[in-house]
């Protein structure tokens, strides 16, 4: 059949009606665009499959960039240690290139921030300021600590919510700020916050996280959180806004 001028294929049900004498009198035929429930069903399927490799791509993401987390900040602390003419220079910067490809790569999959690069030897040492560091992934804290080790500061480490309290609660006026990691298995770096918060309203935390500010971080920030930095982050990046939070900019 034609519908407006096209040619249409539908699945049609037909019934008769007898009179009084049994001879049929009318017939009823009915049609269903069979095309049009096929492109709905499709269509939907095309949803539900659309959103299940969004949120696979997301989780990939974010493992990927703390991946990268750990072979940047090992790259940035040994640039420290070599200058040009040394003959690892040239690999190292070949590593840091792969990073930043990479760093691309995870922003093509959630639209994450712009990519920033690693200036060597241009990091400004704090050399003062205790920093407790709240992360449950061992590889992270590890290249994070030394990083901040480099700076000048010195590190107390936490990895859960309940520890992270228990040695702000023994030790707060110590700590000039926290860095906390936002993703964490059993309680969250929301929760966290809010807790540190309850102890000290001043206390200065910056927010750590492979995911984009918006979104959970950004109702943290609105919270009284002090800053955000995107994992994963350079030397510099680091000395910046650490730096920024103590100086309460």
Do not use: W
């Not at 590889?139 to 080790?149: A, N, P, W």
């Not at 309203?201 to 492979?210: E, N, R, T, Y």
Request: aromatic content about 6%; charged content about 30%.
């Amino acid at each position: 059949m034609k519908k407006r001028g096209k040619r249409v294929f539908t699945a049609r049900t037909t019934q008769s009606f007898d009179d009084d004498r049994r001879s049929v009198s009318e017939i009823v035929s009915m049609g269903n665009d069979i095309p049009q429930k096929i492109n709905k069903k499709n269509q939907h399927f095309g949803d539900r499959k659309a959103e299940s490799v969004g949120t696979m791509a997301g989780g990939i993401a974010h493992n990927f960039k703390r991946l990268l987390m750990g072979i940047e900040g090992h790259v940035s602390l040994a640039l420290i240690y070599i200058d040009e003419g040394n003959p690892l220079y040239r690999h190292l910067k070949s590593i840091e290139e792969g990073v930043a490809i990479g760093k691309e790569l995870t922003r093509q999959l959630r639209g994450f921030s712009r990519m920033e690069r690693y200036e060597p030897h241009r990091t400004a040492v704090s050399r003062n300021g205790t920093i407790l560091l709240v992360d449950d992934e061992e590889m992270v804290v590890d290249v994070t600590k030394r990083m901040l080790e480099h700076l000048g500061y010195s590190v107390m480490v936490a990895l859960s919510g309940p520890e992270a309290l228990e040695i702000y609660h023994a030790k707060r006026k110590e700590i000039d700020a926290v860095i906390l990691d936002m993703i964490m298995p059993g309680m969250s770096g929301g929760e966290i916050f809010d807790l540190l918060k309850k102890v000290n309203p001043d206390i200065k935390v910056m927010l750590a996280s492979g995911y984009s500010p918006d979104g959970e971080a950004s109702k943290i920030l609105g919270r009284g959180c002090s800053s955000f930095i995107q994992k994963p982050f350079s030397m510099n990046d680091m000395a910046r806004k650490v730096r920024e939070v103590l100086n309460g900019a």
